[in-house]
């Protein structure tokens, strides 16, 4: 696990004289390359010339990183001069700064623009499927596999090539991401049509304290069609290891229409006697699945709506492996298993089995978490944590984030310090560049994000700032103006740029000589976007044009999708 700070700063207290030394060790190493380079020697970066065609994106904001801290390859898109000169690299993240707010309010940020210079704009990922879409390519490295790592399913994946009994434990040992980066997010939950929190609907609980929940378990329920529609008649929960602890027959609420036998392998024979309802199987499974326990299975959004039960941390395999198709596609459970599993299911002719279904989902969801994320993308790469690289690579690292974004991204030897605002990632931050012993830092400001999710979901707000919007659409297309929609600076947004700029030349004050920024800001007003897709797709009630929120649309998501990139050497 990574260590935590309150460690660190006790051992910071009682062990000053070691610090001493440490900083007579680094500054012999900077002097020696003093002596190679002349004691007036800096260290400096400037963007290359684009070429006309070219866009940068943040997989080379990245390559920056591993260039200067690690073995990286050299970054095309600019030139860093004697690189061996800086010490420190700190990595700013600040999502909803995009390029056309920015410019447009660029009196605001004379700090920025006096440390980093002008930025260069990045091409931001056109559709994020989750939020952390945008940390992901800046936080994790792409690296080509060896060419005898390039077929691990055909290894350690499948249980027939296992000839030892490992515990759970030693099997989600070691893995490149924690289990729950690969748990759905909230957005991922509801494009693909999860329950959460209905009337009707029970809820997974927290599990007794003191008590040991199952970590992660497998479902996999068949339905029958009735006169209210489909009904539960199977439930099944196995384990990591394959063993089922719940396997039981349900009698439906209401009278059957169609046995589903084809699919669901369920006759009428296997039904008579059946007493277990709905109201015993959701009493039986609340034993088992707790809040904490991560949930597996395949297209997993119909089985909990079967059992009228919501759980919001799941692992979908129907997303996991994702279609090399449109975005709605999804691969069958029996296409992913004869592919990664080398295993035919679904053949008896007799149905589905509830319980093989649910093994195969599990042992799918098993080579992702083992192997990492892009595991069945192609056998030539894989990714990396980025602070797990530059950990390889004999370097300090620390992060500084939402507990969610620091559980996800920190190494087993990385610095890690959850932290609930943008002020307490300042004072973190800055403790951290001013730390001779660290050479990455990782930090967010997250309160203009924040205020634009705030303003999206404030329907006032909202239809207040869209109207404006058309206003000056119409305003500019009668007038010939094709600079689109200008940002209107409220007082509070005001406010939280100026503070955003403070902010970041107080982090710049405390970097050490020649020690490298870079901030990149990611997308801009992305939840206004989603919102607007919403009030599309949806029967909203609005007095507006339809074909001017598709305008206005348009406008703000190209808007969104150009991020920028400023890097700077003090």
Known sequence: MPSSHSKREEEEDIAPEEDDSNRDEANAKTSNFYDVYGPQAKAGVEFKTPEASSTLNFEEVQQLVTWVLADGFMPSWVFVKNKPLIPKVVMLYVP?????????????????????????????LRYMSHENQTIDALLTSKLKRKREESDPARTKSNPENQHDDPSPGEL????????????????????????????????????????????????????????????????????????????KLVKPTNAIKDYNTRYSGITPEMLDGVTTSLKDIQEDFLKQVYKETVLVGHSLENDLLALKISHNLVIDTAVLYQHPGPRSYKAALRVLAKRYLKREIQQSGNGHDSTEDARAAMELALLKIRHGPDFGTGPSVFRKKLLKVLSDNGKTTSIIDDVAIVKRYASESSHAFPVASDEEALSKAVKEARNEKVHFVWTQFSELHRFLKNQAE???????RLAQMISMLTCHKKSGDKKGIRWSLTSELKEILICLDTRIRSLYAALPTNAMLIICTGHGDIATVDRLNKMLSEPVETTMCRDSIVKVLAELKAQAEVALCFVGVK
């Open 96 to 124: 909803g700064l995009d390029a056309a707010l920015y410019l447009s309010q660029h009196r605001l940020f004379k700090g920025l623009e006096k440390c980093c210079g002008k930025p260069r704009p990045v091409l931001a």
């Open 172 to 247: 989600l040992k070691d893995l490149p991401f924690p289990i729950t980066f690969y748990t759905l997010t909230t957005k991922q939950l509801e494009d693909n049509n999860y329950v959460l929190n209905q009337p009707g609907f029970l809820s997974t609980l927290p599990a007794p304290s003191g008590s040991s929940p199952n970590e992660m378990l497998a479902l996999d329920c068949e339905m029958c069609i009735t006169e209210e529609g489909f009904e539960l008649t199977r439930a099944t929960l196995v384990t990591i290891k394959g063993e089922v602890i719940l396997d």
């Open 458 to 464: 404030d329907a006032e707000k909202l239809n207040a």
